[in-house]
């Protein structure tokens, strides 16, 4: 089941700050987040394990609610090379595959 | 380090020609993954293996088909190509426990299908 994105685009002016979440209706176990600029291929960010697990990148963190079953990435302060489309990733099946949501596009504007 | 190489970066095929998408990695990963990008979409899972010899269906496996004989290579087969698989496909891979450790994608290959 492909886990659900919000919202799709987002637009920000430099310093304005987003949140994007990311839901499931099966048990999350961990949850990927990967940054896609135009063109290229999607980068990794971070991982979150376990349920209540927070984690910071720069100024981009992200928290992880179990129970929930949903997670969300949160750009503070945002800049312009915070642009792109944002990706969250969670298990497939039980073997460990990687599906991905279909994505929540950023644009920040100077 | 080389990462994730996928070839070729861009292709055109005629519908009903056949081709592999080559990907490699030197990581020694075990995960390997195929994915296609629809313009404005998302990524959608196509096949994935958890080691040599072993390959599963993902999301939208119907018009392809995967091989891992080695750790390092995972190729993806079009057979009888069609419009509806023209995309951007790329290739990704992560060690040992897919879901606990980050995938590392190639640069993808743009597929036009006429």
């Known amino acids: 089941q492909q886990p659900v994105q919000s919202p799709q685009a987002v637009i920000l002016r430099e310093g304005e700050d987003a949140v994007i979440n990311c839901s499931s209706s099966k048990a999350l176990y961990s949850v990927h987040w990967y940054r896609q600029k135009h063109g290229e291929a999607p980068v990794f960010l971070m991982i979150l394990l376990k349920g209540g697990e927070q984690k910071g990148h720069e100024k981009i963190s992200a928290s992880f609610n179990e129970k929930k079953q949903q997670s969300s990435l949160y750009l503070t302060a945002s800049q312009l090379s915070y642009s792109g489309t944002y990706f969250c990733?969670?298990?497939?099946?039980?073997?460990?595959?990687?599906?991905f949501g279909k994505g929540t596009k950023l644009s920040v504007k100077p | 380090n080389a990462g994730v190489t996928q070839t070729p970066k861009f292709r055109i095929l005629k519908i009903g020609q056949s081709m592999t998408l080559q990907c490699t990695q030197d990581m020694n990963h075990n995960y390997m993954y195929w994915y296609r990008q629809d313009p404005g979409m998302g990524l959608k899972l196509i096949y994935y293996?958890?080691?040599?010899?072993?390959?599963d269906k993902g999301e939208v496996p119907n018009g392809y088909n995967v091989s891992r004989s080695t750790t390092e290579d995972f190729p993806l087969r079009l057979e009888l190509a069609a419009p509806s698989q023209t995309s951007v496909y790329f290739c990704?891979?992560?060690?040992?426990?897919?879901?606990?450790?980050?995938?590392?994608f190639g640069q993808g290959t743009r597929l036009t299908v006429v």
């Open positions: 990733g969670t298990r497939g099946g039980s073997q460990g595959n990687l599906i």
């Open positions: 293996s958890v080691g040599a010899g072993i390959t």
């Open positions: 990704a891979s992560s060690y040992r426990t897919g879901m606990n450790t980050e995938a590392f």
